[in-house]
């Protein structure tokens, strides 16, 4: 846990706590919507060979992921941690353009 929260940068175990539970939360919620949109397009196990269902689901959690967990990460308190860590995911997956938006 020392190494965890040495890298992460945060000083106490309530932060680490908090981390933890937002990571928690934002997991099962980020799945149960990218579940929720594949039923309603109509998509799901039976109709589906599984490996095209779980790249499907794949495809559709990973935007989702990083806004809930920036947005739980708020919620909780704790978006100096999560905001950066949101937006280099979106970076990863080629959708950082969204936050690099320049001053005209």
Do not use: C
Not at 37 to 61: C, Q, R
Not at 79 to 100: C, D, E, Q, T, V
Request: hydrophobic residues 55%; glycine residues 8%; aromatic residues 20%.
């Amino acid at each position: 846990m020392n190494k965890l929260k040495e890298r992460w940068g945060i000083a106490t175990v309530y932060q680490f706590i908090l981390i933890i539970v937002v990571f928690a939360i934002n997991g099962s919620v980020s799945a149960r919507i990218s579940s929720f949109l594949m039923k309603l397009i109509g998509i799901n196990e039976d109709n589906t060979h599984w490996f095209i269902y779980y790249l499907i689901l794949l495809v559709l959690v990973l935007p989702i992921y990083p806004f809930l967990l920036m947005g739980f990460g708020y919620l909780f308190g704790q978006s100096k941690f999560f905001f950066p860590f949101g937006k280099r995911m979106l970076a990863k997956i080629g959708l950082g353009f969204i936050f690099n938006k320049k001053a005209s």
